[in-house]
């Protein structure tokens, strides 16, 4: 089978993205796969290496490579796949499948996804709809509470009004939550980036200006005080949940640092929250993935309040982190379902939507 495995790309989490990327290609199964590794550059140029191994991948120094191939995916259906522009002469590679392991803007907010469905290629993950509403965590709100599944109350900001008048909508923020700390996140950013707490008016107004510089719209958000817990889901139409896992940050809260670059956060599996608490995650895990028209797979985070140990939704990642210490593959590898197992699901999952 010819696998192309995207990586990189245009958005603030193209580092995760290759180092996801090169997990993934660590753990496909060789003598399955005949592997198309194709690098997108922070600059969106789309190149094809041959010869990377996976530690530049993870350094990044794949860019850097002299023998980088450009590359073309075309909607075309006729070409199915990838057009190498090698020294002028344009060679096609028909592909059987495309793995985009693209995290944020570009990749997992199903704009590739709609490229891919043009082109008529399985591919792996959400569709465009269920990438581009869990994307979008206003939109993500929305369609859960549809789903009748506790979330956190929110006030939805916007760019234009905000430019109006910044007090204003500081003061609606406020007074809609009626009290702090509030949190405060671009709608379709990841990774953390943007998200700030807010204890008054004043972080308030300043977390806005960071956000509303990333996005047109931003979420203030009620602050959930609870563990902070994930479940990961797999399967198109009849998608299994698995155990639930819980991050310990040992920052204020989750941050990019605590996420990437302080080692010290810690992962449990499974959280140390009741079984009871497990399994209404779990079973809310679902009902999330599926009104969000999610297939393939999905993490789905919640906070376990401290007060009430009451289970209350934060977000959908239809791409979520794939390092060998990303909770996603954690979780499946706690239900006995081995890092490279779980890449052949995903793969004949992709399969199966496209071919029954
Ligand atoms: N309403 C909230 N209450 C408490 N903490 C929050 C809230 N929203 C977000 N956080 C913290 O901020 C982190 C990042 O927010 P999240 O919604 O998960 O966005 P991202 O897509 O960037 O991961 C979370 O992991 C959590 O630690
Ligand atoms: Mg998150």
Redesign the pocket.
Known sequence: MKLAVLFGGISSEHEISCLSAASILRNLDRTKYEIYAVGITRDGAWRYCPTCDVERIENGSWERMADLVPALLPPDRGVHGLVLLREGAAETVRLDCVFPVLHGAGGEDGTVQGLLELAGIPYVGCGVAASANSMD?SITKVLVETAGVRQ?K?YLALRHDFERGAEGVVRAAAEQLGSF???V??CS???????A?ANNMLELAAGLTEAFALDDKVLV??????H?VECAVLGNREPVASTVGE?A?TQE????D??YKDESSKLYIPAHITERQIETVRRNALRVYRALGCRGLARV?F?VTHADGEV?F??L?SIPGFTSISMYPKLFDYEGVRYPELLDRLISFAWEERHG
């Open positions: 965590k956190a929110y700390p509030v949190f996140k671009p950013q990841g990774s953390s980036v943007g998200v707490k958000e009620e602050f959930i005080d609870g902070e991050i940050p809260f989750y941050t990019f605590a996420k985070d906070f209350v934060n977000e990642n």
